[in-house]
């Protein structure tokens, strides 16, 4: 049986199978979004398709709304050249998405998510007319996004645009190719079809997600407005949050690639088409694999109103209960973990996340990091409570074997993580008046992934780096430094560990102090085949 609408109506496979289908007509609120589109998202990766286009299949299914989610495609934006996510994801299946949630006993929740009525592409060349329809409706509420943390990084390491922004900003809004740059000619568009209120929320796995979001948009608004692009009243607009809201947003839901474990239990009950392929980098498939766990706090700035999305589950507050939730989690309770655990798993060859927790030395790190070192400065939200929450990452989601998450995904774009995961928490102890010095895993880590950036692992072997937007810029100072070769360090970690973009401290500072420590860390990994394995030993056993 292949998931597609027309199957759908064979109610006895499904029911058979235990996999839920959506209780609405598809078609009649495909129809509905066509007409009075409410809600239009960036991003159409595995964590929209299992989160946040099922919380809008959940209000579907309560008769909360009436209305779906137009979904865009951000794989290759601006391009017209590479349309695979639409191709080969969405248009086979008709739009629609199993979700398999896997639960630490390995049983497995299925569901068919319908609420993804379109799928464009963030491109002007193919899509402007119809993203333009889009924008300029007054039903229009919602625009969000998950195009991971580099999405909205717009500038280089010294602050000047990179190439791609820097020829949108010289060039008319409609010739933009940047995610940002396009979402900002959008709003231009609504600008001046009515300046309709609206709420742009990222839904990504960052630090002050929403103002890091406003701020590229009116950033590239104010470069528009100079060359006689956009007036004057457009900023105007976008900095007044009774018309544009940023809210800020915490999400947290592991969505690791998808399994070959579960395509074999799905192909197993009947299920066709559901192979895994890969999208570019990415292993993609019709179904995705995910934890139970998930939260999502938003907070509630929605100035064209909005669903009720707490009926679903989310959490709405108030921008410092976010900000202080998201902060927990990203600089103690899980974000720190997962890098800790990414670096030192690609160096010692995991496969998976719940396989290094097995290692005892790699279960106390975490610990250190978490319990240790995070806790000392974490803030608590009141809305969630840090040590249960750090107790379930540590206790029950990263140990979840059916969740088979990798070192490697999460290693990606780690030069954008650090400043967020362990940048806060060192300006954390400098606010409190602890001592740094005491540090010990955070050191260790930021080490390691120095150490990673090599491109060899702990045997002496040639390992892949996983992708980082500041790979190529890192490794002109990581590749005078040779394996075994302890003088060869020199000066080379210094411009690095300097630097206040990657880390948001100098680590080098008299108030920080821990380059040195960290160069000493790394001066031990590299001299010699199973060298990691002997510092963890040394530092953590």
Same mark, same amino acid.
């Given at each position: ?43 159409? #990766?595995? =964590?929209?398709?299992?989160? !946040?286009?099922? @919380?809008? %299949?959940? /209000?579907?299914? +309560?008769? $909360? ?40 006993? #390995?049983? =497995?929740?299925?569901?068919? !998510?319908?609420? @993804?009525? %379109?799928? /464009?592409?963030? +491109?002007? $060349? ?416």
């Amino acid at each position: 049986m292949k998931l597609n609408i027309n199957n759908l109506n064979n109610i006895d496979f499904w029911e058979n199978a235990g996999i839920q289908i959506p209780k609405y007509d598809i078609n009649k609120i495909r129809e509905n979004t066509n007409k009075n589109p409410s809600w239009i998202h960036f991003g159409a #990766g595995n =964590i929209f398709r299992c989160f !946040i286009a099922r @919380i809008a %299949d959940s /209000l579907l299914n +309560d008769n $909360i709304i009436d209305t779906g989610i137009i979904a865009v495609d951000t794989h290759a934006a601006g391009m017209d050249n590479d349309y695979e996510m639409i191709d080969k994801v969405y248009k086979p299946f008709d739009n629609l998405t199993l979700s398999a949630f896997i639960t630490s006993s #390995g049983d =497995i929740d299925k569901k068919v !998510i319908g609420s @993804i009525t %379109d799928i /464009l592409h963030a +491109d002007f $060349i193919n899509y402007y007319d119809e993203l333009k329809k889009i924008f300029i409706s007054s039903s229009l509420k919602i625009v969000s996004f998950t195009i991971t943390e580099k999405g909205y990084s717009i500038k280089d390491l010294n602050g000047n645009y990179n190439s791609t922004v820097k020829e949108d900003v010289n060039n008319e809004p409609k010739k933009a190719k940047n995610i940002m740059s396009i979402a900002t000619a959008m709003l231009l568009e609504r600008y001046k079809n009515g300046a309709y209120p609206i709420a742009m929320l990222s839904i990504d796995n960052c630090s002050n997600n929403g103002d890091k979001l406003k701020s590229s948009i009116t950033d590239i608004a104010k470069e528009w407005i100079k060359k006689g692009f956009a007036d004057d009243g457009f900023i105007k607009y976008l900095e007044d949050n009774k018309k544009v809201g940023f809210p800020l947003s915490m999400v947290d839901k592991i969505t690791p690639r998808p399994s070959e474990i579960i395509y074999k239990k799905l192909q197993e009950i009947g299920l066709d088409d559901m192979a895994v392929f890969k999208i570019g980098h990415n292993d993609m498939a019709a179904f995705v694999n995910a934890e139970v766990s998930e939260y999502l706090i938003i907070e509630d700035l929605f100035p064209n109103g909005r669903v009720a999305l707490e009926r679903a589950g989310v959490y709405l507050t108030d921008r410092i209960t976010v900000q202080t939730s998201e902060k927990m989690k990203v600089t103690t309770c899980l974000n720190p973990l997962h890098t800790a655990l990414a670096v030192f798993g690609c160096l010692l060859n995991y496969d998976f996340i719940y396989e290094e927790m097995k290692n005892p030395m790699l279960k106390k790190l975490v610990e250190k990091i978490g319990y240790d070192e995070g806790m000392k400065v974490v803030d608590d939200p009141k809305i969630l409570n840090p040590r249960a929450f750090i107790n379930e990452v540590i206790e029950e989601r990263l140990v979840n074997p059916y969740i088979p998450d990798s070192p490697q995904r999460i290693a990606a774009d780690t030069s954008q993580k650090i400043p967020i995961r362990y940048g806060e928490t060192l300006k954390s102890y400098i606010k409190n008046g602890l001592d740094t010095s005491s540090l010990i895993g955070i050191p260790l880590t930021i080490a390691a992934w120095l150490r990673y950036l090599m491109g060899i692992d702990d045997n002496g072997k040639k390992m892949n780096i996983s992708p980082d937007p500041m790979l190529e810029e890192l490794q002109t100072y990581i590749k005078n430094i040779k394996f075994k070769d302890t003088k060869s360090i020199g000066n080379n970690l210094k411009p690095i560990l300097s630097n206040k973009i990657i880390f948001a401290v100098d680590l080098y500072d008299e108030k920080i102090n821990l380059g040195n420590k960290i160069e000493g860390y790394f001066a031990e990994m590299i001299c010699s085949e199973n060298a990691v394995r002997e510092c963890l030993k040394k530092y953590i056993n």
